[in-house]
């Protein structure tokens, strides 16, 4: 089966550098690493994640470069859901909606949530769940998966600079049809190598460049991922180089979660 790169899920959303000065875009009025984006809202867990900022939006899609090699066009769409007790965490579902097409599959859509605790020292994975579906001239295939830590990583620290590393060596509990319970171990590292400027259809931004290599997510098929992004302050993700680029982004939309 061809193997088309999703979106890390551990970084998505989560990083991001500051909105005014050197960092950030450039047309922000965004202030300041108490987290306060200038609206008045202020990151719970640090100035360096808009996974807290429920109604935020962000709208991706796949570069023409990358399209071309790969033969697969589209993007997709995340939002800040809300809140939620989940076990005995208080989280925020953050959502992604994906549609993609590639020369197999006329339509291959993929639908995450995650749960992310908020802490003072950063933000934590608590819970990850998709469904996906592949549609070929053959018919649709879809299934559904997710992903249960006993003790959630940190996949953004609160304060990230130049230089920064932090780790994920950890196991997860997976659930997918016909299979239940079964024992996974996630991998990654991350680093800080140093600061970048992005022009996207989103807008013009400066920021720091994060490499992750990761091994062990069902998002990724369970296959390594190497990926480098430019992430801004408050807004998060603005480019992942050589894939993907950020089109919108919405920090208080107006919209109506489905029930």
Known sequence: MSHLPSPPAWLLLTLGLSACGLFGKKDDTSTGDSGDTGDGWVSPCGPWTSAAHVG????WALQEGYSTDNEAW????TVVQGEETYGKWDVFIVQETSSLKTSIYSDWGTQ???RYDCRPDGLYLVEEEGLWSKTTQLGTDSSWWSIDFDEPPLVLPADLKVGATW???TDYTYHAPQTTGA??????SFEVTGEGTAEVPAGSFDGLLVHMVSNGDPRSEFSAEDTVRLVAKQVGDVQIQGYADLQTWDPDPTFSVQP
Do not use: Q, R, V
């Open 112 to 114: 995450i949530e995650w």
């Open 56 to 59: 935020a939006e962000w709208e």
């Open 74 to 77: 589209g993007g997709w769409k």
């Open 183 to 188: 024992t996974m171990h996630l991998d990654s």
């Open 167 to 169: 780790t994920i060596d």
